[in-house]
C-alpha cells in the first residue's frame, strides 16, 4: 500500500523535471543559431499559443450543456414540527467504566489465560513437529521412495489436523470473548439509562469528545458504582467449549430487552 504512493511522488517529481529539462534545451541552441534564428523561433513558438483560442469554443460549448440540465424544484416545505426539548447534558468516559468494572476485569484475566495455554500448546506441538520431521530425515537414507512418501504423507495430515484443532480453539475463545463483552455493553447501557434518568439527563456524551466540563456534568463515577452492582461478573463456558447461546443471539436480544424494564420500573415511580 505505501509503494503506490511512493511511486507517484516520484513520478511527479520526474515528470516536471523531464518537461524543464525539455525546454531548457531550445534555450541552449538558439544562441549559436545568431539574432535571425532565435527571432524565427519566437514566432513558431506563438503559433500554439495561436491554436489554443480554437478549443475556447470547445470549452464554451460546455456551459449551455449544463444550462440544458432542467432546474430541480425546491421541494415544498414541511409542516411545523415540535422543537427538540433543552439539552441537559451529562458525560460518559467508558474505558474508566471498563477499567474499573470487576466482571469486565475477570473476563480479561480469564481471556488471556486461555490465549497464553493456546499459544503454550502450540508451541508444544511445533516443537513435536519439527522433532518428527527431523527424525523422517534421519530415516530417509533406511526406507524406499514409497515408505518415504507415505511417512511424510503422514506426518502432514496429522499436522493439518493440528492446525485445524487450534484454528478451532483460537475461534472459541474469540467468540467467548465477543460474548461476554457484549453482555458488559448492554448492562453498561442499560446503567446509563437509568443514572442519566435519574438526573434528568436527555444527552449522554463520551469524555473524549468533551474539551472542558464541570465536575456535576461527570456520571463515570455513578455509572462505574451502579454496574459492579448490578453485574458483578459474567459467567463464562468452559474451556474448549463454544458458546452455543451467543451463537443464537438473534433469540436472546428479544429476551434480555424486556429484563431492563424492571430495572427502570422504579425511576418511573418516583
Given at each position: ?5 511512493a511511486?507517484?511522488a516520484l ?11 525539455a525546454?531548457?534545451?531550445?534555450g541552449f ?50 409542516p ?7 439539552a ?12 474499573n ?7 480479561r ?9 493456546l ?5 508444544r ?14 530415516q ?7 515408505q518415504?512418501?507415505?511417512?511424510e ?6 499436522i ?12 472459541t475463545?474469540?467468540q ?9 455493553e448492554q448492562a ?14 436527555n ?7 468533551v474539551i472542558?466540563?464541570?465536575a456535576?456534568?461527570?456520571l463515570?463515577?455513578?455509572i462505574?458504582q451502579?454496574?459492579?452492582r ?22 436472546q ?7 431492563a ?9 418516583r
Open positions: 500500500m505505501t509503494a503506490r504512493p511511486l507517484a513520478a511527479a517529481i520526474l515528470i516536471p523535471v523531464g518537461s524543464a529539462l525546454q531548457s534545451d531550445p541552441f538558439i544562441p549559436p543559431g545568431g539574432g535571425g534564428g532565435g527571432g524565427q523561433s519566437r514566432p513558431a513558438q506563438a503559433q500554439p499559443q495561436q491554436q489554443r483560442p480554437a478549443q475556447q469554443p470547445a470549452q464554451q460549448q460546455r456551459p449551455p450543456q449544463g444550462a440544458q440540465r432542467p432546474p430541480q424544484p425546491n421541494p415544498a416545505p414541511l411545523p414540527g415540535q422543537p427538540p426539548p433543552a441537559v447534558i451529562g458525560i460518559v468516559d467508558v474505558p474508566e467504566i471498563q477499567r468494572s470487576t466482571a469486565f476485569n475477570s473476563v484475566e480469564e481471556i488471556e489465560k486461555r490465549r497464553q495455554k499459544n503454550d500448546d502450540l508451541q506441538e511445533q516443537t513435536r513437529w519439527r522433532e518428527e520431521q527431523q527424525t523422517l530425515a534421519n530417509r537414507a533406511t526406507m524406499n521412495p514409497d518415504l512418501r507415505q511417512k504423507r503422514e506426518l502432514q495430515e496429522r493439518t489436523d493440528s492446525q485445524r484443532v487450534f484454528r478451532d480453539r483460537s475461534r475463545i474469540e467467548v470473548a465477543q460474548g461476554a463483552l457484549q453482555e458488559i453498561l447501557a442499560v446503567v446509563i439509562r437509568q443514572v442519566a434518568a435519574s438526573r434528568n439527563v444527552l449522554v456524551l463520551p469524555r473524549p469528545l472542558f466540563n464541570d456535576p456534568f461527570d463515570t463515577d455513578e462505574s451502579q454496574v459492579n448490578v453485574l458483578r461478573n459474567v459467567t463464562l463456558p468452559p474451556e474448549g467449549q463454544a458458546p452455543a447461546p451467543a451463537a443464537a443471539g438473534g433469540g436480544a428479544p429476551a434480555q430487552r424486556p429484563a424494564a424492571p430495572a427502570q420500573q422504579p425511576q418511573q415511580r
